[in-house]
């Protein structure tokens, strides 16, 4: 939604301008060991699957030698 903001005139023109907001978000994703406090961490530029399932390769990548692999 644009938000109206006021601009300083000459006294009696009162000129409003109408500002878009321009938000930028990132979404870190990630894994935290509670036994050794050891964590993995990756940012994403939005909050779905593929970037979940990217976030897992990318661990699978980082800790090859899980402790559930027997």
């Known amino acids: 939604m644009p938000i109206t ?3 300083i005139t000459l006294p009696g023109v009162k000129p409003i301008q109408t500002a878009k ?3 930028e ?3 870190l ?3 935290v060991e509670p036994e050794t406090g050891q964590r993995f961490f990756t940012e ?7 970037c979940f399932q990217r976030f897992l ?3 699978a990548e980082a800790f090859p030698r899980s402790h559930n692999i027997r």
């Open 57 to 59: 390769g990318r661990f």
């Open 5 to 7: 903001r006021h601009r």
């Open 29 to 31: 994703y990630g894994a």
């Open 21 to 23: 907001p321009g938000y």
């Open 44 to 50: 994403h530029e939005r909050l779905n699957s593929d």
């Open 25 to 27: 978000y990132f979404y």
